[in-house]
């Protein structure tokens, strides 16, 4: 079974986005940890997460993925920056403890001009600063995403997330952001197989544990990271076709952040399963 979602408000608890994710046919969603744009993370409602753990079993939902806020920068040039994102991760990756079996994504972060070494140096320590406070057992997979390579971003190339993984002393997954990846210049429309050989050859496909399925508003290379409806962007619907078969993704779970309220994601979700053959 194909596992499909998308993006969901976590105002009304975990209960309510997989009964939600249910009604648009999706299995799997995804979700901010707390304000994408702050730092408040509401209360943990045992008793909801309890009840989204029965609904999610009985309906198959799963794995949900939890989002980094986009204001955690790991690679920040000032210590109160570097200090709130080891914070929210050290809070978020707690909080999903009582989620077994989530994945937990980020980006990794912008060097805002102290180079590309020294933000890879700042995001690897935080990382191990992070894993050594759980004693090193962190139980919810943690996700470098690729990026786009706007600004001073870190992981517009694979080389970048592999030197990243290399330096941690804790097993790291990566979550394959197609709009990103089409931006930052891998031609995943004309090439996919070459694309996906060089992610093996560079970091290794097994490392490979969630797709963000998103089209492009900009032609390969642009460098932008603007999303676009599934097939309404530069990417195109004969791509996503071969991404959704494809024997290296097929069976990772497919989230949308596609610019839809909850029918175009309905639609979006039918339109994907409605290329798998």
């Known amino acids: 079974m194909m596992k499909i979602g998308?993006?969901?408000?976590s105002s009304g608890g975990y209960l309510a986005m997989g009964q939600t994710a249910r009604s648009i046919g999706a299995n799997v969603f995804q979700f901010f940890t707390r304000n994408p744009r702050g730092g408040a993370a509401k209360a943990l409602d045992k008793a909801d997460v309890a009840a989204f753990a029965a609904f999610a079993a009985e309906n198959g939902i799963g794995p949900i993925l939890a989002h980094a806020p986009y204001t955690l920068n790991a690679a920040g040039s000032e210590a109160r920056v570097l200090d709130f994102a080891r914070s929210v991760m050290t809070?978020?990756?707690?909080r999903l403890e009582a989620t077994p079996g989530a994945l937990y994504n980020f980006h990794p972060g912008s060097h805002v001009g102290q180079g590309v070494e020294t933000g890879i140096g700042l995001i690897s320590d935080m990382l191990n600063r992070i894993v050594s406070s759980f004693g090193g057992d962190v139980s919810t997979t943690i996700l470098l995403e690729t990026m786009a390579g706007k600004g001073s971003e870190v992981g517009g190339r694979f080389e970048e997330l592999r030197e990243i993984i290399d330096r941690v002393d804790h097993p790291l997954g990566v979550?394959?952001?197609?709009?990103?990846?089409?931006?930052?210049?891998?031609d995943i429309a004309g090439d996919l197989d070459g694309v996906l050989g060089e992610f093996d050859r560079i970091i290794g496909i097994d490392r490979l544990k969630a797709v963000h399925i998103n089209d492009s508003l900009n032609?390969?290379?642009?460098?932008?990271?603007?999303?676009?409806k599934i097939g309404k962007g530069k990417i195109g619907i004969g791509a996503f076709r071969a991404i959704v078969n494809h024997p290296k993704l097929r069976d990772l779970p497919f989230y949308l952040e596609t610019p839809c309220d909850l029918?175009?994601?309905k639609e979006e979700i039918a339109l994907l399963k409605g290329l798998r053959r």
């Open 263 to 265: 029918q175009g994601y």
């Open 91 to 94: 809070d978020d990756l707690k």
């Open 175 to 186: 979550c394959l952001d197609t709009c990103h990846v089409w931006d930052g210049g891998y």
């Open 6 to 9: 998308c993006h969901l408000s």
């Open 219 to 228: 032609g390969r290379g642009a460098r932008k990271d603007r999303h676009a």
